[in-house]
């Protein structure tokens, strides 16, 4: 009777996610959970009163309710059932997911090989790609279902998602020719320090010349200045006043570039191609900051800056590898345009700030699982600032891993309405996932789980969060 | 893009109070990566006053400073260029050419900063440049009793230096600037 609001699908043991890597969860045939070694300390209490149920989720919480007990008879039909309600592949990718499960949850697709769907989706979209005008609508549905690894082409498929390149295939060349040498002109102007900016304007103005003739001896000579631009200049519009005080923000950016994904080669270590790629993510941040005075660098921005890098910079063709960093800049742009508001501190209160976002998500769970809502906002009260947050305007990829979470960016990116709908569903899928963990956990607790979120199978989650845009608030009562 | 500060003679407290408000407006840290002191600063305060602006700071001895520990001459290299500091009354005749540029030849270094004439100059000759900063608050000199108080700021960026002169004449602060260029195969100035 407690769990009316949420369906017996949801609660069934076949969708959980995993918590630690001792227990194996999911076992294949679902008839072996009562005989499972495992489950004998934690079946008794189960069958006697539902409370005690509560206090064993540190173990698994799939087990931890009394109705999976007699979930346990009727699941041979429900991963059948499923298929009925939606698509047909996610659940029997689920399945197959699910039963490939040795290792923590986590997607295993990468290791284990590609499944037929994933075979036949990244045929799916190689046959978009090659067409000469793209449907972009097309495009949207099939990255939707994730992007496989294999075939490099997560990149193009991203820069298409981000409008960086037309539909029509004969453009790419010219347009991508022209926003690259218009970076360029943008690195030009922006990155020159007021050195380099006073020798020009000599040069150009032929003062460049006297000292060049290589006279023996004498006093040297000495020129006026133009407009009272010196070094120590207190003028506004003095370039070196401007300089010094772009330097708080330039030591900011180097900081956390530094600072990004440390455990990963392509982007921190004493290689060549790490500082190579560290300086790329630098400059693009240098000039967006620059070009943008209104919100400048915030910290985190490094982080959404970060995957879009990585897979530029990976794209198998030499061309457009090398040319990462302006296509990066472009498509950041594209992808902070969405977001920026959730970066400037004075609309922190406003109707489009961050706190109104995770006011929506907040309203999001409540449409959807109540109980939890209530749970979590009022009885724990667990604020949703203290773990929305960071989700949110890091775009979710301090919560999981890197590969993770570039699946988890190609559903985001692929919505029509918007990255943000579908991260305020994601996030909404992320509680729904570990609701048992929640319902039993006090403040700390609950806090500590959200902050680190556990390990879980990605193509689950982005499943859960897709049917939570299919049926809207059809799941309370 | 190495800021440079180079100043001295500013004999506080003896001859002067303090550099002219000025001049202090304009010194924040920050800004400048090295401090070259030719001497004559006089006290312990002055010293620390400098090392707040810029924690890398050289400074040699002049004869009226109360640290007997700075030494006479120092040689440091900034970029491209190498650079020595002497206060000066020690090269006689105080403030000739030749002397300055036989001083430069030993040191060998292509700019020499020195002090002690209370005047701003800046030579060249084959061995390289001399550069006098003056007295940065115009206190009265051994020669004269009218020195406008000066310091000169040089931005050494590769192979080019960029001599920036502020002066203080009748109460307003004067920018110039002095260019040159150093070939990179000699060791001299062209």
């Known amino acids: ?477 | 893009m190495v800021l440079v500060l180079a100043l001295g003679d500013l004999h506080i407290p003896h001859r002067a109070a303090d550099l002219p408000p000025k001049f202090k407006s304009m010194l924040v840290p920050g800004k400048i990566q090295h401090i070259i002191c030719t001497g004559n600063l006089c006290i312990k305060e002055v010293n620390d006053y400098m090392k707040s602006l810029c924690p890398d700071m050289h400074v040699t001895r002049g004869e009226y400073d109360e640290d007997p520990r700075y030494p006479e001459t120092k040689t440091l290299t900034i970029g491209q260029f190498k650079v020595g500091i002497c206060h000066g009354h020690q090269v006689i005749p105080w403030g000739d050419l030749d002397s300055l540029a036989m001083l430069q030849r030993q040191l060998d270094v292509d700019i020499l900063v020195t002090g002690h004439t209370h005047q701003f100059k800046a030579y060249k000759h084959e061995g390289g440049v001399v550069i006098n900063p003056g007295s940065a608050t115009g206190a009265y000199s051994s020669l004269t009793y009218d020195v406008n108080p000066s310091f000169v700021l040089m931005d050494i960026d590769g192979l080019r230096v960029v001599v920036y002169v502020y002066e203080l004449i009748d109460g307003e602060v004067k920018v110039d600037k002095i260019d040159f260029k150093k070939t990179a195969t000699t060791h001299s100035m062209h």
């Open chain 1, 1 to 477: 009777m407690v769990k009316k609001q949420v369906p017996e699908w949801l609660n069934s043991s076949l969708w959980s996610s995993s918590t630690s890597s001792s227990s194996p969860l999911l076992p294949p045939p679902p008839s072996d959970t009562d005989d499972h070694g495992g489950d004998d300390d934690r079946l008794p209490p189960l069958s006697s009163k539902p409370a005690p149920s509560m206090h064993s989720y540190a173990t698994s919480p799939s087990y931890g309710s009394s109705t999976v007990v007699s979930d346990s008879r009727t699941k041979p039909p429900i991963p059948v059932s499923p298929p009925a309600i939606v698509r047909e592949e996610p659940p029997k990718r689920e399945v197959k997911d699910v039963r490939r499960d040795d290792d923590n949850g986590t997607s295993p697709n990468l290791s284990s090989g590609p499944s037929p769907e994933e075979i036949s989706r990244q045929a799916q979209l190689l046959a978009e790609l090659s067409r000469k005008v793209i449907n972009i609508g097309e495009l949207r549905k099939l990255a939707a279902q994730g992007i496989p690894d294999g075939a490099g082409i997560r990149s193009t498929v991203w820069k298409l998602l981000l409008g960086y390149l037309p539909s029509d295939r004969s453009l790419w060349a010219s347009e991508m020719a022209k926003k690259r040498s218009q970076y360029r002109h943008f690195k030009e102007d922006l990155l020159m320090n007021p050195s380099e900016i006073t020798r020009r304007l000599d040069k150009s103005s032929g003062l460049e010349n006297d000292e060049a003739k290589g006279e023996g001896k004498g006093l040297l000579s000495r020129s006026e200045i133009s407009d009272g631009e010196h070094p120590l200049s207190l003028r506004k519009a003095s370039i070196w006043n401007q300089f010094f005080q772009d330097t708080e923000i330039m030591e900011q950016i180097d900081r956390d570039v530094k600072r990004t994904h440390p455990d990963m080669n392509f982007f921190s270590g004493d290689s060549p191609f790490a500082k190579s790629n560290q300086d790329a993510l630098r400059n693009i941040l240098i000039v967006f900051a620059k070009l943008n005075p209104g919100i400048r660098y915030v910290q985190g921005m490094n982080e959404i800056l970060a995957p879009l890098y990585f897979m530029f910079r990976n794209d198998p063709d030499e061309d457009n590898a090398s040319s990462a960093e302006a296509d990066t800049f472009f498509c950041f742009v594209e992808v902070l345009s969405g977001f920026r508001d959730h970066f400037c501190q004075q609309l922190d209160n406003s109707v489009v700030g961050i706190r109104s976002t995770i006011t929506r998500l907040s309203q999001l769970l409540k449409e959807h699982d109540e109980e939890l809502w209530r749970h979590l906002e009022i009885t724990t009260k667990v604020n949703p600032q203290f773990y929305a947050f960071r989700w949110i305007t890091l775009l979710l990829t301090q919560e999981f891993n890197f590969a993770d979470s570039l699946h988890i960016w190609d559903a985001l990116l692929s919505d029509p309405e918007g990255p943000l709908e579908t991260l305020l569903r994601v996030c909404c899928a992320m509680l729904i996932l570990i609701r048992r963990r929640l319902l039993a956990g006090d403040f700390t607790a609950n806090l500590k789980l959200l902050q680190n979120y556990p390990p879980t199978n990605i193509s689950h989650l982005l499943y859960v969060a897709n049917k939570l845009h299919v049926h809207p608030s059809g799941q309370s009562l």
